[in-house]
């Protein structure tokens, strides 16, 4: 559905950053922290809305006896000329994709999401699903930890109170208010990249980042909304049910402003707690925000809040800063059964594991050093095999170079072992240093080809199956099989 900018900006005039909270598409990839009572996190808000069914799935009710069914017919079928499912089955083209200026919901998938960070053009990061909040869980998080995306089912008690004094965002920290439907999840990924100086984010990026810092968050989610390039690889995998359901969401959001605008005002005038009833029943959809640290301070970055929430200082681990805020937010909802899901954003395993390889490397090179000087036959205690990986000079296929193994500094434990007095000592720790080698680079293959997966798997996902399904279940019906599988099935023979 297309509006005019007037309606548009009517429907976010009393507030720039609109309602618009996205929730889980159903998903059988999604994993809760293990401090919630369930484990399932694809969830949908009540607000979810589909076409209407068509002449032939009516048909296919038809064929069961509605008293059996519990389903009513439609008193006037439509004819097949106006029958909308055939056109919402179709598959989608990359130009109608591209073409789209609403955002589609995103689950809380790690994989879809360095994807779409790789195709944002932001280099070496990696986002990791948290599993738990203890310190034996966080510390399995490689470093550094850019941010933490949290997930959780938003409610009217989240919503920061109207007040007239707007809080101000800090200039040091970038922070896009969520002006559109759906963004959450690509919102709380930017807060959180745009905060990282060190990160390479791409040329895209870079510029838009430029062109939108002197602007206030509510005007910089606006563009981040305009941007074509943004969203179409959010939409990376919309299907042309998820653009209708998200059209007809939006419409009906629109028919709701135009009543409550033409409706007295006494028949505005609610109750506070009727109004967050309805709100409650209405927005119950799932949301990202972000923790980022920034100058010594832990922010949490929520798209639907005016500024960013300075939430404590830190000196060395901010992780815990951020997990005593998350864990608090949790416990307030504990008997709710509501589930959360977190991720980090990290370094790339691909740039941690070429320097401990070239840590590894110059260990080895001083090892030999130390092995020759005192006793020039060491060789020959060692097998062929360890001897054939001995080798200082850098391994590109593994992301390294000269300039790394120059620029390794061992660590305090490697120069203990290398001033040992005994050879044999030193013999055995070259021993391991060889076998940490061939595991570092075992993990770096293994990356690798993770990521090549990774981008295989969306590339298929991106392929739509439901004309094929859709077919399918026409073909089923028509001859007849679908109602005896749903009368089956309804008398619990299956």
Same mark, same amino acid.
């Given at each position: 559905?297309?509006?005019? =900018?007037? $309606?548009?900006?009517?429907?976010?005039?009393? *507030?720039?950053?609109?309602?618009?909270?996205?929730?889980?598409?159903?998903?059988?990839?999604?994993?809760?922290? *293990? =401090?919630?009572?369930?484990?399932?996190?694809?969830?949908?808000?009540?607000? #979810?809305?589909?076409?209407?069914?068509?002449?032939?799935?009516?048909?296919?009710?038809?064929?069961?006896?509605?008293?059996?069914?519990g389903l009513r017919k439609r008193k006037h079928a439509s004819s097949k000329s106006n029958d909308p499912i055939p056109k919402a089955m179709k598959a989608l083209s990359d130009e109608e994709r591209e073409s789209w200026q609403g955002w589609v919901e995103l689950e809380s998938n790690p994989e879809l999401f360095n994807y779409i960070l790789r195709q944002y053009g932001v280099q070496n990061v990696?986002?990791?699903?948290?599993?738990?909040?203890?310190? $034996?869980?966080?510390?399995?998080?490689?470093?550094?930890?850019?941010?933490?995306?949290?997930?959780?089912?938003?409610? $009217?008690? *989240?919503?920061?109170?109207?007040?007239?004094?707007i809080p101000r965002c800090p200039g040091h920290v970038w922070f896009a208010n969520q002006t559109i439907n759906n963004a959450c999840a690509t919102i709380a990924l930017l807060n959180i990249v745009m905060n990282v100086p060190s990160l390479d984010i791409g040329d895209a990026l870079r510029c838009f980042k430029e062109e939108t810092q002197e602007l206030r968050p509510p005007y910089r989610g606006?563009?981040?909304?305009?941007?074509?390039?943004?969203?179409?690889?959010?939409?990376?995998?919309?299907?042309?049910? #998820?653009?209708?359901?998200?059209?007809?969401?939006?419409?009906?959001?629109?028919?709701?402003?135009?009543?409550?605008?033409?409706?007295?005002?006494?028949?505005?005038?609610?109750?506070?707690?009727?109004?967050?009833?309805?709100?409650?029943?209405?927005?119950?959809?799932?949301?990202? =925000?972000?923790?980022?640290?920034?100058?010594?301070?832990?922010?949490?970055?929520?798209?639907?809040?005016?500024? /960013?929430?300075?939430?404590?200082?830190?000196?060395?681990?901010?992780?815990?800063?951020?997990?005593?805020?998350?864990?608090?937010?949790?416990?307030?909802?504990? #008997?709710? #059964?509501?589930?959360?899901?977190?991720?980090?954003?990290?370094?790339?395993?691909?740039?941690?594991?070429?320097?401990?390889?070239?840590?590894?490397?110059?260990?080895?090179?001083?090892?030999?050093?130390?092995?020759?000087?005192?006793?020039?036959?060491?060789?020959?205690?060692?097998?062929?095999?360890?001897?054939?990986?001995?080798? /200082?000079?850098?391994?590109?296929?593994?992301?390294?170079?000269?300039?790394?193994?120059?620029?390794?500094?061992?660590?305090?434990?490697?120069?203990?072992?290398?001033?040992?007095?005994?050879?044999?000592?030193?013999?055995?720790?070259?021993?391991?240093?060889?076998? $940490?080698?061939?595991?570092?680079?075992?993990?770096?293959?293994?990356?690798?080809?993770?990521?090549?997966?990774? *981008?295989?798997?969306?590339?298929?996902?991106?392929?739509?199956?439901?004309?094929?399904?859709?077919?399918?279940?026409?073909?089923?019906?028509?001859?007849?099989?679908?109602?005896?599988?749903?009368?089956?099935?309804?008398?619990?023979?299956?």
């Amino acid at each position: 559905m297309e509006m005019s =900018i007037e $309606e548009q900006l009517a429907l976010s005039s009393s *507030d720039p950053r609109r309602s618009s909270k996205t929730k889980l598409s159903p998903s059988t990839r999604s994993n809760s922290l *293990d =401090i919630s009572p369930q484990s399932s996190l694809a969830a949908k808000s009540s607000q #979810d809305t589909s076409v209407t069914r068509d002449g032939t799935f009516d048909s296919i009710i038809d064929s069961t006896p509605s008293k059996r069914a519990g389903l009513r017919k439609r008193k006037h079928a439509s004819s097949k000329s106006n029958d909308p499912i055939p056109k919402a089955m179709k598959a989608l083209s990359d130009e109608e994709r591209e073409s789209w200026q609403g955002w589609v919901e995103l689950e809380s998938n790690p994989e879809l999401f360095n994807y779409i960070l790789r195709q944002y053009g932001v280099q070496n990061v990696k986002i990791r699903e948290v599993y738990g909040l203890d310190d $034996e869980a966080l510390s399995f998080l490689p470093q550094p930890v850019y941010g933490l995306i949290f997930l959780f089912r938003y409610r $009217e008690e *989240d919503q920061e109170l109207e007040t007239e004094d707007i809080p101000r965002c800090p200039g040091h920290v970038w922070f896009a208010n969520q002006t559109i439907n759906n963004a959450c999840a690509t919102i709380a990924l930017l807060n959180i990249v745009m905060n990282v100086p060190s990160l390479d984010i791409g040329d895209a990026l870079r510029c838009f980042k430029e062109e939108t810092q002197e602007l206030r968050p509510p005007y910089r989610g606006q563009r981040l909304g305009q941007n074509r390039f943004i969203r179409n690889i959010h939409n990376s995998f919309a299907r042309r049910m #998820d653009m209708l359901n998200s059209d007809l969401a939006l419409e009906n959001e629109l028919d709701k402003w135009k009543k409550a605008q033409k409706a007295p005002n006494s028949k505005r005038k609610k109750s506070t707690s009727a109004k967050k009833k309805n709100r409650a029943e209405e927005q119950s959809g799932y949301h990202f =925000i972000a923790y980022v640290p920034i100058s010594g301070t832990v922010w949490r970055l929520d798209g639907l809040q005016w500024a /960013p929430v300075a939430v404590g200082e830190y000196k060395t681990n901010w992780v815990s800063v951020a997990r005593d805020h998350i864990s608090a937010h949790i416990s307030q909802y504990a #008997d709710d #059964d509501v589930n959360y899901n977190l991720l980090s954003l990290c370094r790339s395993p691909l740039c941690i594991i070429p320097e401990k390889l070239a840590q590894n490397i110059k260990s080895l090179i001083s090892i030999e050093d130390a092995l020759s000087a005192s006793n020039p036959a060491w060789r020959e205690f060692m097998d062929t095999s360890e001897l054939a990986t001995l080798k /200082p000079e850098p391994e590109p296929n593994f992301g390294m170079t000269q300039e790394m193994i120059d620029q390794a500094v061992m660590s305090d434990s490697a120069r203990r072992q290398i001033n040992s007095p005994d050879p044999f000592d030193l013999i055995e720790y070259c021993r391991r240093l060889i076998q $940490e080698q061939q595991r570092l680079q075992m993990e770096f293959v293994e990356e690798a080809a993770h990521i090549i997966q990774e *981008d295989a798997l969306a590339a298929r996902r991106k392929h739509d199956h439901t004309p094929a399904i859709y077919n399918s279940i026409k073909e089923l019906a028509g001859k007849g099989v679908l109602s005896k599988i749903m009368r089956d099935a309804q008398e619990g023979n299956c």
